[in-house]
């Protein structure tokens, strides 16, 4: 099917799930409600007569550089927003439920007698990370992340609750994957919005993925100037593990940067880079219109953080962005930043206005360049 790693679990209250219920008791889940599903602490719940979970991975790394790696990012003339690598192919949901949904088709053919089968990605109410430690994928990182010691983290999971008993990955006797983080903290000292509570501990409130994805409403102002140039989640505490550095890249064509077609990108960056979702101008994310927006992020993982939300983002990184006030670009953000902030959005508004006092724009800076 394509996947790079498979195993199967008992379905079971894995000990972590215990910790669950403490971790959005200390408000970790922030408005992600979803996850207060009571579900989520046993898999039994997720499906009746739940007996087996198969949980797939697929490798989603490509062979762009790492935003660490990236040297133009906020500098220069055109400075760059970024993408989560996750996010620059086809939605993972799709790609993901599609394989899985092939696999259930063949073992119902393999299978006479009848069972139950469901496949979750992402959206299930089934804590998957925890899934793939005890089907023997790898082990939960400092970061929160499952890695595996060949593949290292770039890594989407999927799982398959079924009324089947399988046998198991691991043999009874046989603990899961050893946690192989040492005495490293590279995650924790990178993260830029310092996320994590403790090693292993996540406070989703701080973590960008959460701020530019999750959260609809006004980011903190506190956390604005950590957020850097980060318009769609954040690699860093993946980037800078020393467990992905050999990470092998993908040939899955789906999987890899989406080209911008149409509406993308000023004229220098598509004759320059052929634009696509990786790294594309901070100035094109900021002037997308409603309509682009839905065009271009049709299929794409992108498109749950809503327009709205990806140009609010999009003021955020530009305010960052150490772009020349004198320069022919930073006159047309200075233009861009005061249309948006004169919207009817208020929250697109106050986030431009932001990014113009950071920027030293003056409300009628736009138009006297012109
Ligand atoms: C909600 C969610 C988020 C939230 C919260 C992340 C988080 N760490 O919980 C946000 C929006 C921030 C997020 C971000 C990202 N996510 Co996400 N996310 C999810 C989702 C839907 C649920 C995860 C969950 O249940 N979190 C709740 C908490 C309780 O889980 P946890 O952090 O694992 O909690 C454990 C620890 O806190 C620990 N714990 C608690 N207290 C204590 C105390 C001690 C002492 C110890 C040792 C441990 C401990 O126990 C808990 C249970 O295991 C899953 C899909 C799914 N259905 O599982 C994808 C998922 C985890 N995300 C994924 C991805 C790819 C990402 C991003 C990389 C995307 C991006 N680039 O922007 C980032 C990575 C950020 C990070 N470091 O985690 C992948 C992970 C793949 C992998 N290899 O691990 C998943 C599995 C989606 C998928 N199907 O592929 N995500
Ligand atoms: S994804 Fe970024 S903000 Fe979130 S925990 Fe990792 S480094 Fe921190
Ligand atoms: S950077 Fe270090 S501590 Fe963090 S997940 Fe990777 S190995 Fe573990």
Redesign the pocket.
Known sequence: MGFELCGVAPAEA?P?????S???ERG??GE?N??HDKR?VDPRLALDKARSLIVV??N?NTPQPYSTEQAAGLEGDSPRGWI????WGED??EV?REKLNALVARMHAQWPEPFDARA??????????????YAGL?W??K??????EQIG???????ILTTLELEASLGPAEPPAADLCGNCTL?LDA?PTQ????????D?RR????L???LRGAIPEALRPAMGNAV????I??DVCPWNRKSPVTQLAALQPRRIEQGGGTGKEKMENGATLFAPELEWFASLSQEEFSRIFRGSAVKRAKWRGLVRNACVAVGNSRIARGSETGARVAALLERLAASDDLLIAEHARWAMTRLGVRRDAGRRSD
């Open positions: 894995f972590e799930l215990a910790q669950v403490a971790w959005l970790h889940a992600m979803y996850l989520r991975a697929l989603y989560s690598r996750y996010a993972y949901h993901l979750c990605v992402d959206t299930g109410p089934v804590v998957e990370r925890v899934a793939a430690k790898g939960l990182a970061n929160t992340c499952l890695i595996n983290s770039w890594l989407f999971l999927g799982v995650c993260c996320a994590f509570d403790a090693p292993y501990v996540l989703a973590c960008i993925s959460y530019t994805i999750e769609i989640g954040c690699d505490c993946q």
